[in-house]
């Protein structure tokens, strides 16, 4: 049972690193949390920087950054467009969603604020952790026209044991039928 656990903790991690292709509306960067000084975590951190990599490349004219208050400091998403932007993002390429606690929220929230902007049901790259990809292009495709994920790479540790987590998670999102 734990090979098997640990054979698809690896599937979905590496599944999570291929690169997108084409042109989207819009770049998605699911929310993480903030540090309790006000700074993204690394994990934030990477997603901000691989979503600023990924528009600065033509990808899509726009990245909306998804995220509610957590404990510290501002929103995930200010925290981490505050990131993207200190690295080269443009500020009218910024938007923010800042009510969402969970990648199913990440979704709808996201999805209302492209809707409100002339972009219902638009396509998406969603920009998280390798191993989430799966997750977040299932729960996203409930909302939007086509999702494309791509995750950033932590350090091998980090993967692992986000991996390692995100097995159950997917095994529940399933039988909850959130997938």
């Known amino acids: 049972m734990l090979l098997v656990w640990m054979t698809a903790a690896a599937w979905?991690?590496?599944?999570?690193?291929?690169?997108?292709?084409?042109?989207?509306?819009?770049?998605?960067?699911?929310?993480?949390?903030?540090?309790?000084?006000?700074?993204?975590?690394?994990?934030l951190a990477r997603?901000?920087?691989?979503?600023?990599?990924?528009?600065?490349?033509?990808?899509?004219?726009?990245?909306?950054?998804?995220?509610?208050v957590g404990d510290h400091g501002g929103s995930e998403a200010s925290v981490a467009a505050a990131h993207a932007r200190s690295r080269g993002l443009r500020a009218?390429?910024?938007?923010?969603?800042?009510?969402s606690t969970s990648?199913?929220?990440?979704?709808?929230y996201a999805a209302e604020v492209l809707a409100d902007a002339g972009l219902p049901?638009?396509?998406?790259l969603v920009v998280s952790d390798s191993y989430h990809?799966?997750?977040?292009?299932?729960?996203f495709g409930r909302r939007?026209?086509?999702?494309?994920?791509?995750g950033s790479r932590s350090v091998p540790y980090a993967r692992a044991k986000g991996a390692m987590?995100?097995?159950?998670v997917l095994i529940a999102y399933a039988l909850l039928g959130r997938l």
């Open 103 to 108: 990648t199913e929220e990440n979704a709808r």
């Open 12 to 43: 979905l991690d590496r599944r999570g690193l291929r690169t997108p292709e084409g042109s989207f509306d819009a770049i998605v960067v699911a929310g993480c949390r903030v540090m309790p000084d006000g700074r993204p975590s690394p994990a």
């Open 165 to 168: 987590r995100e097995v159950p």
């Open 92 to 99: 009218d390429a910024v938007w923010l969603e800042e009510r």
């Open 144 to 150: 939007f026209d086509e999702v494309v994920g791509t």
């Open 121 to 124: 049901r638009a396509r998406v």
């Open 47 to 68: 997603r901000a920087e691989l979503a600023t990599e990924l528009w600065r490349g033509g990808l899509a004219p726009r990245v909306v950054f998804t995220g509610g």
């Open 133 to 139: 990809v799966l997750r977040c292009e299932r729960v």
